[in-house]
């Protein structure tokens, strides 16, 4: 099976844009979530979608928003770009059973805000 | 809410030796528990998980962790390091929210290991 991919995998953006990113999860996952990992910070959790809907959402500003398409398929967008958006984006993917279950990480989107 | 402290931000070992990595976890149910690995570049890879079947869980790559419930804890342990096992290493544990289980993870663990 192929794993979680994730696009584009770097991207340097400018204060003020805003920026779109892609994830494909691992074929029969219905789940898929979003993380922000930075030296400061670690990993945060964004958002989490389940067939098509929002299941769980971190405390992140409203300039981070999410959706999930019919195929599974997720893009993560962020508006009016932030110095402090640079990090290291992941996406993981799972079934969406719940208990013990595993996610399963892309490797990640590295955005770069100057 | 639960919570996650990995104590050490890095741990350095020589080729050889053990491996030692601290998590300790804050929980008032019973938790699902998580090691994973991240090397450089790349995104975290699971190495073992705790989900009450046994205390002692086995997984890949050598590693192993004990789930202490008196202790708070689920150390990570690997009897003889390789140059290979640098890298990062996250502790997570399970929380249900909103239906489904987000798990929390730790700060991270940076293994470095010296020939």
């Known amino acids: 099976k192929a794993g979680v991919t994730q696009t584009p995998r770097y991207l340097i953006k400018t204060r003020g844009q805003q920026v779109t990113l892609s994830c494909s999860p691992i074929s029969g996952h219905r789940s898929v979530s979003w993380y922000q990992q930075t030296p400061g910070q670690g990993l945060q959790f964004l958002f989490e979608y389940f067939s098509e809907t929002q299941r769980n959402k971190g405390n992140f500003p409203g300039r981070f928003s999410g959706r999930q398409f019919s195929n599974s398929r997720s893009e993560m967008n962020v508006s009016t770009l932030e110095l402090g958006d640079s990090a290291l984006y992941l996406c993981?993917?799972?079934?969406?059973?719940?208990?013990?279950?595993?996610?399963?990480f892309g490797p990640g989107t590295r955005l770069l805000v100057l | 809410a639960q919570s996650v402290t990995q104590l050490g931000s890095h741990v350095s070992v020589s080729e050889g030796a053990l491996v030692l990595l601290r998590c300790n976890y804050s929980s008032s149910v019973p938790p699902y528990l998580f090691w994973y690995v991240q090397y450089p570049n790349q995104g975290l890879q699971l190495l073992l998980k705790?989900?009450?079947?046994?205390?002692l869980v086995k997984g890949i790559n050598g590693f192993e962790a004990e789930f202490k419930k008196s202790e708070t804890s689920f150390h990570l342990t690997k009897p003889s390091a390789h140059m290979s096992d640098a890298a990062e290493y996250f502790c997570?544990?399970?929380?249900?929210?909103?239906?489904?289980?987000?798990?929390?993870f730790g700060r991270g663990t940076s293994l470095i290991v010296h020939p």
């Open positions: 705790y989900t009450s079947a046994a205390t």
């Open positions: 997570a544990v399970s929380d249900q929210s909103g239906g489904s289980y987000i798990p929390t």
């Open positions: 993981a993917s799972s079934l969406g059973q719940g208990k013990g279950e595993t996610q399963y």
